[in-house]
């Protein structure tokens, strides 16, 4: 078949057309890409509890921060950490044998692993942008109840994430946050109508904390903040299992026995 010159000439400006086209849609699809880097929260402050000996302290759970840091960090994203405070107190309990041991005690003890140089290098979220990160990530332990919360700086970072795409997760009492972060675009909480996991208010009750933490610190518990968010809380099989909530954008996990899996669900939110 023959084409005239003006067909031909037609031909070629609507291939130069759906080449623009083409090229303008990958430009922007990977501008509206959200970064390949993790914003890990940690409580930055640290309380008295009630089944620690005297002097030693509640503060941040170290394998819920440790555990998804080698997983973010194996699959090539930057993990930055980040507290209210910009610092941070190591729980008593989570140093003890039975939860922190083998390459995990070492990596923790020694201050120039990456992990140690990076969680020790924290600092408050008005020091970070949040444009620059893909997925925020609120690591546990139970002064989580009482920092984040209020943990304004916190909650912006994770609202301006969320809202760009990017994917909030959260493991043990860090999933407490769930229940306050907003969609700047909408001012609803995010958690609203969507399901979420974290530590159970029986697993308080058989640590004997549970009086403590209604009495003393005064502070709503996981179920209590994701359930008065208009969130879906999805109690796990059993208190210390590795279980996993992932409900679009937002991933949970239960206890520091779920911490890898959370951090891998999380991946997988952002992939998808």
Same mark, same amino acid.
Not at 137 to 156: E, N
Not at 177 to 204: D, Q, R, S
């Given at each position: 078949?023959?084409?005239?010159?003006?067909? #031909?000439?037609?031909?070629?400006?609507?291939?130069?057309?759906? %080449? +623009?086209?083409?090229?303008?849609?990958?430009?922007?699809?990977?501008?509206? #890409?959200? $970064?390949?880097?993790?914003?890990?929260?940690?409580?930055?402050?640290?309380?008295?509890?009630? =089944?620690?000996?005297?002097?030693?302290?509640?503060?941040?759970?170290?394998?819920?921060?440790?555990?998804?840091? &080698?997983?973010?960090?194996?699959?090539?994203?930057?993990?930055? @950490?980040?507290?209210?405070?910009?610092?941070?107190?190591? !729980?008593?309990?989570? %140093?003890?044998?039975? @939860?922190?041991?083998?390459? !995990?005690k070492e990596t923790f003890e020694n201050?120039?692993?990456?992990?140690?140089?990076?969680?020790?290098?924290?600092?408050?979220?008005?020091?970070? &942008?949040?444009? !620059?990160?893909?997925?925020?990530?609120?690591?546990?332990? +139970?002064?989580?109840? %009482?920092?984040?919360?209020?943990?304004?700086?916190?909650?912006?970072?994770?609202?301006?994430?969320?809202?760009?795409?990017?994917?909030?997760?959260?493991?043990? +009492?860090? #999933?407490?946050?769930?229940?306050?972060?907003?969609? $700047?675009?909408? &001012?609803?909480?995010?958690?609203?109508?969507?399901?979420?996991?974290?530590?159970?208010?029986?697993? =308080?009750?058989?640590?004997?904390? %549970? !009086?403590?933490?209604?009495?003393?610190?005064?502070?709503?518990?996981?179920?209590?903040?994701? =359930?008065?968010?208009?969130?879906?809380?999805?109690?796990? $099989?059993?208190?210390?299992?590795?279980?996993?909530?992932?409900?679009?954008?937002?991933?949970?996990?239960? &206890? $520091?026995?779920?911490?890898?899996?959370?951090?891998?669900?999380?991946?997988?939110?952002?992939?998808?």
């Amino acid at each position: 078949m023959q084409y005239s010159r003006h067909e #031909s000439y037609r031909d070629r400006l609507l291939f130069s057309e759906k %080449l +623009h086209t083409s090229i303008f849609i990958i430009v922007t699809v990977i501008q509206m #890409s959200p $970064p390949s880097k993790v914003l890990l929260a940690v409580s930055g402050v640290k309380a008295t509890h009630p =089944e620690y000996p005297e002097g030693e302290i509640a503060g941040l759970f170290i394998t819920e921060a440790l555990h998804p840091f &080698n997983v973010f960090t194996a699959a090539g994203f930057e993990v930055d @950490f980040v507290s209210e405070s910009g610092t941070y107190y190591a !729980d008593w309990f989570s %140093l003890t044998p039975d @939860f922190l041991k083998g390459a !995990d005690k070492e990596t923790f003890e020694n201050k120039d692993s990456p992990f140690r140089k990076a969680l020790d290098a924290v600092k408050k979220p008005s020091e970070y &942008n949040a444009g !620059d990160y893909g997925i925020f990530f609120a690591a546990g332990g +139970h002064t989580a109840l %009482l920092d984040f919360p209020t943990a304004s700086g916190l909650l912006k970072a994770a609202g301006d994430i969320y809202k760009r795409g990017g994917v909030v997760a959260a493991v043990c +009492h860090g #999933s407490v946050i769930l229940g306050y972060i907003k969609n $700047p675009e909408t &001012n609803e909480n995010i958690i609203k109508g969507k399901k979420a996991t974290g530590f159970t208010v029986a697993a =308080e009750e058989e640590l004997k904390v %549970l !009086d403590f933490i209604r009495k003393e610190w005064k502070k709503p518990l996981v179920v209590d903040a994701v =359930e008065a968010a208009g969130g879906i809380y999805v109690n796990p $099989p059993g208190n210390w299992d590795d279980f996993v909530v992932a409900d679009g954008k937002i991933v949970s996990g239960v &206890n $520091p026995q779920s911490a890898t899996s959370t951090a891998k669900g999380a991946l997988k939110a952002f992939e998808s």
